[in-house]
T-cell receptor, first 112, second 116 residues
Framework: SQKIEQNSEALNIQEGKTATLTCNYT??????LQWYRQDPGRGPVFLLL?????KEKRKERLKVTFDTTLKQSLFHITASQPADSATYLC???????????FGAGTRLAVHP | NAGVTQTPKFQVLKTGQSMTLQCAQD?????MYWYRQDPGMGLRLIYY???????DKGEVPNGYNVSRLNKREFSLRLESAAPSQTSVYFC?????FGGGANEKLFFGSGTQLSVL
């Protein structure tokens, strides 16, 4: 079955730098992949969706890439700010339709 | 717009007790979902409802039942709670089901459940 791997170690970076988070999946390439942000005590919030025929997607300071050869998506936050500190989750459909499976997430901490 | 509303926010149960988690969305979405989140394991799908009148099992359905009461409401019931069901439960909804253009999920703020 499809599995998602995200780095379980927290990523600590300095304000202003670019944060790069990785999402790897194990089996077939999904039709699309999503990224969510989750703050402590809150539900995940959708950020971006990238489809398998799209190499890259941008939204303001966010950029997502999707490499079906490497079975990997990268999530970049440029000019990071302390307010970007949160856990970022990768999700993709598995078992058909919109049954999303989620990675465990990577916690990002941006230090002033 | 409230989005997805879950009640209660916190609950403590004793082993064997039953309870129902309530979820309602005001976005006129067709599909609704229940996930549980445990440390280090990510969100796991318990049950989902592709549309009003249908429900299906997700990845971890054992010990749970659901009811899609109407288009707005989707409840999750624990008939006989067990310590292994201690978790944070999230309800979510989406506009479409089946690979449509609006596959993104909208989540509620969660219910923290402890079973002693």
């Amino acid at each position: 079955s499809q599995k998602i791997e995200q780095n379980s170690e927290a990523l600590n970076i300095q304000e202003g730098k670019t944060a790069t988070l990785t999402c790897n999946y194990t089996n077939y390439s999904p039709a699309y992949l999503q990224w969510y942000r989750q703050d402590p005590g809150r539900g995940p919030v959708f950020l971006l969706l990238i489809r398998e025929n799209e190499k890259e997607k941008r939204k303001e300071r966010l950029k997502v890439t999707f490499d079906t050869t490497l079975k990997q998506s990268l999530f970049h936050i440029t000019a990071s700010q302390p307010a970007d500190s949160a856990t970022y989750l990768c999700a993709l459909p598995s078992g058909g339709y919109n049954k999303l499976i989620f990675g465990a997430g990577t916690r990002l901490a941006v230090h002033p | 717009n409230a989005g997805v509303t879950q009640t209660p926010k916190f609950q403590v149960l004793k082993t064997g007790q039953s309870m129902t988690l309530q979820c309602a969305q005001d976005m006129n979405h067709n599909s609704m979902y229940w996930y549980r989140q445990d440390p280090g394991m990510g969100l796991r799908l318990i049950y989902y409802s592709a549309s009003e009148g249908t429900t299906d099992k997700g990845e971890v359905p054992n010990g749970y039942n659901v009811s899609r009461l109407n288009k707005r409401e989707f409840s999750l019931r624990l008939e006989s709670a067990a310590p292994s069901q201690t978790s944070v439960y999230f309800c979510a909804s989406s506009e479409a089901f089946g690979g449509g253009a609006n596959e993104k999920l909208f989540f509620g703020s969660g219910t923290q459940l402890s079973v002693l």
